[in-house]
């Protein structure tokens, strides 16, 4: 009998991703997928078949892909520097811009070429903060996926950052990529509190805030404070939710299961794996009171994401 892989290991699931190209916005499987990985990992105990069920209601597989890579179908007497590869991809100009992040990746490499674009992921997170979770969901791809298998990686990062971060118009050479003014200094729990009351469209600012509290470790000081700025900010903009006043409590021992319902009780789509991560990384962050308060933002959530 063969044996067949667990339906959330991450190896998989990044194959199919790295393959994935974007059809609405911005691409979201690469996230996606370190999402659903990230679940099994943390839940151990959830079975193959509780593992299928999710994978399927992500709706993880339902998406355009690429046989190959995009690159190879330019030719170009030219080479590309950074300064020429990143106009390139800020104007959208595809498919020559794959070719000339590849001439960027080939004298700096692919790390290097996702962190230049942090300025731009924390002064432009955009609708839904997407700019700055999936930009942060990228640098950790980097480090996960196989070298062999970084020129998909770079395609689909090259879709990502001409849509999240356009610029460099032909008409105007004095273009510089926007900035956000420092605010005050803010804690997770600030943060927090205000992402919980305006969660966002299925629960987007709770993500975003999860995927800033897993890359803490890695973000400058001021970096964080960025993030947690443009979160913050993100939130605020959105719809305030309704949360019951009554605390709601959940076992830890009961809440791998809790959650597991609770994710395929809300609307089939691919935010119901990376959501079900974003409250698995804040449950784990946050004390006895403020889950209470996780809960009751869930469940609020849950009356619009059916």
Request: glycine share 6%; net charge neutral.
């Amino acid at each position: 009998m063969s044996h067949q892989p667990h339906p959330l290991a991450l190896a998989p699931l990044l194959s199919f991703a790295l393959h994935a190209v974007a059809d609405i916005g911005q691409p979201h499987r690469i996230k996606a997928a370190l999402a659903l990985a990230y679940l099994g990992e943390r839940f151990p105990g959830w079975s193959p078949a509780q593992g299928a069920q999710l994978l399927a209601h992500s709706e993880f597989h339902l998406t355009p892909t690429a046989s190959g890579l995009l690159a190879s179908t330019v030719s170009s007497p030219m080479r590309y520097g950074p300064r020429a590869a990143e106009r390139l991809i800020a104007r959208g100009l595809l498919p020559l811009a794959y070719r000339a992040a590849n001439d960027w990746v080939a004298t700096h490499g692919l790390a290097a070429v996702v962190g230049h674009y942090a300025g731009r992921a924390f002064n432009e997170p955009g609708y839904l903060a997407h700019g700055l979770s999936i930009w942060l969901s990228f640098t950790v791809a980097v480090e996960r996926v196989d070298a062999s298998q970084h020129p998909w990686l770079l395609e689909r990062f090259v879709e990502f950052a001409a849509q999240a971060y356009p610029g460099y118009p032909v008409w105007d050479s004095h273009w510089q990529p926007p900035t956000r003014p420092a605010g005050r200094r803010l804690t997770f729990a600030e943060v927090f509190a205000v992402v919980s009351r305006q969660p966002g469209f299925y629960g987007h600012h709770l993500i975003a805030l999860a995927w800033v509290q897993r890359c803490a470790p890695r973000l400058a000081d001021g970096q964080l404070q960025q993030a947690y700025g443009a979160v913050m900010e993100a939130a605020q903009a959105d719809k305030m939710l309704t949360l019951q006043q009554d605390d709601v409590i959940c076992s830890e021992a009961v809440w791998p299961d809790f959650l597991h319902a609770y994710l395929l009780g809300l609307r089939a789509n691919i935010h119901a794996a990376t959501l079900g991560d974003a409250l698995a990384v804040l449950w784990d962050t946050l004390g006895a009171a403020d889950r209470s308060r996780l809960l009751q933002t869930m469940a609020a959530l849950a009356v619009n994401t059916r």
